[in-house]
């Protein structure tokens, strides 16, 4: 980062220095083995698209990486409701509405990107909203539906 954020155009504001690439953790990990290897896929699509933004190689690279991020997630979270299905997870609802939240933010971030084209804000925000988001999604709630199957697993 070089520091030259530019004018922010949107009135979303993110304190400097809270938003950064993080390396995957296996404090991260959840216990299920295909969802914890997903987590790592949504973290790469997460980096590339906050380095896509920085690259601001003009609006088809940062379009793709929004697709492939959103193709990603759309993915992840089929398999998480397919799992959170099969083992009757009770907060299902609240859970499933959280991803229709992180799309939406997606969505935002991409009409905001056409609007005003890629910067340093910008990129902030994408990182916030996706690598930052699954960092707390992943503590709050994923951990949870993964304590409910591996409970109805071992009881079983
Ligand atoms: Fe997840
Ligand atoms: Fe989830």
Redo the contacts with the bound molecule.
């Keep these: 980062m070089n520091g030259q954020a530019g004018p922010s155009a949107h009135p979303y504001t993110i304190k400097a220095g809270c938003h950064m690439l993080r390396d995957w953790s296996d404090v991260y990990l959840i216990g299920i083995a295909d ?1 914890d290897q997903q ?1 790592r896929g949504f973290f790469a699509a997460s980096h590339r698209l906050y380095e896509d933004i920085l690259d601001r190689e003009g609006k088809s690279a940062v379009t793709e990486a929004i697709t492939f991020m959103r193709d990603y997630a759309e993915s ?1 979270f089929q398999t ?1 409701e397919v799992f959170m299905r099969e083992h009757d997870y009770p907060a299902i609802k609240e859970h499933l509405r959280q991803h229709v939240a992180f799309f939406r933010s997606l969505d935002e971030l991409e009409n905001d990107l056409m609007i005003f084209g890629p910067s340093q804000d910008l990129a902030d925000r994408a990182l916030d909203i996706t690598q930052d988001w699954l960092i707390d ?2 503590a709050d709630e ?1 951990m949870l539906y993964s304590l409910h199957i591996k409970g109805r697993l071992a009881s079983s």
């Design positions: 969802i987590h992840h998480e999604h992943i994923d």
